[in-house]
């Protein structure tokens, strides 16, 4: 047996987590409400059935650039599985691109964190049976400094941050490695009932050692968690 056909405990294998905007076209708005929906319904549908778990959230009215979101995961149980992800990906998309298109694309992998041991009750499972209503995803890049540390100096800051984290028990995080795939190094993502206190947590962290190297957070996206039917009732 070869070492990418050696099967791998459910703790071991990582998922990919893919989050896209995306931006609906002024053809798509010039249909009947009954003609848009159905073909929204579709397109949504297409995404849903390229991976193992696929959410929707709502963009509309809080950036100006996209429409909705949307984040899928699915397991990395070989090496084969990102290019299977991506070209049934691509193939869900082509039928609607006069309608929609994606407007930004953040993805990585997860893996275990090297500043705790522990799995914190904290982490977002991707796979879990109901989502938080609001969601916020970003890029994110340390500075080369950052790196030129010792781990125990990186360690003594991060604790600092896991600690204020804490404070915000009902705030739950992914983190996804993006190292060499994207732009970023990291892609960073909440779930919370409570966007005002979300807030309160980042404005938080800022007062910490380690927001002094970091490069870039931004773009950022907030979106609201909505079933396929009850987006479909925003469509008109």
Do not use: C
């Amino acid at each position: 047996m070869s070492n990418t056909e050696q099967p791998m405990s459910e703790e071991m294998v990582p998922v990919l987590g893919h989050f896209t905007t995306y931006r609906f076209s002024p053809a798509f708005w010039a249909l009947e409400g009954a003609e848009r929906r159905e073909r929204a319904e579709g397109w949504y549908e297409a995404l849903a059935a390229s991976a193992q778990e696929t959410q929707l959230y709502l963009t509309q009215g809080l950036e100006t650039e996209s429409d909705v979101l949307v984040w899928t995961s699915h397991p990395v149980s070989s090496v084969e599985m990102p290019a299977t992800f991506f070209s049934a990906r691509a193939k869900a998309e082509a039928p609607f691109r006069a309608l929609v298109s994606p407007v930004h694309s953040l993805w990585g992998m997860t893996r275990p964190s090297e500043y705790s041991k522990a799995r914190s009750a904290q982490e977002i499972d991707p796979f879990a049976e109901t989502r938080s209503p609001y969601l916020i995803a970003y890029p994110f890049t340390k500075t080369a400094d950052w790196y030129l540390f010792g781990r125990e100096t990186r360690q003594g800051m991060m604790n600092e941050h896991i600690r204020i984290g804490k404070q915000f028990r009902d705030i739950t995080q992914l983190l996804l490695y993006s190292f060499g795939l994207q732009d970023q190094e990291f892609v960073v993502v909440y779930e919370t009932d409570d966007l005002a206190l979300f807030s309160r947590l980042v404005y938080d962290l800022r007062d910490t050692e380690a927001r002094r190297y970091t490069k870039a957070d931004t773009p950022l996206h907030t979106g609201i968690h909505m079933t396929p039917a009850a987006w479909l009732e925003t469509l008109g």
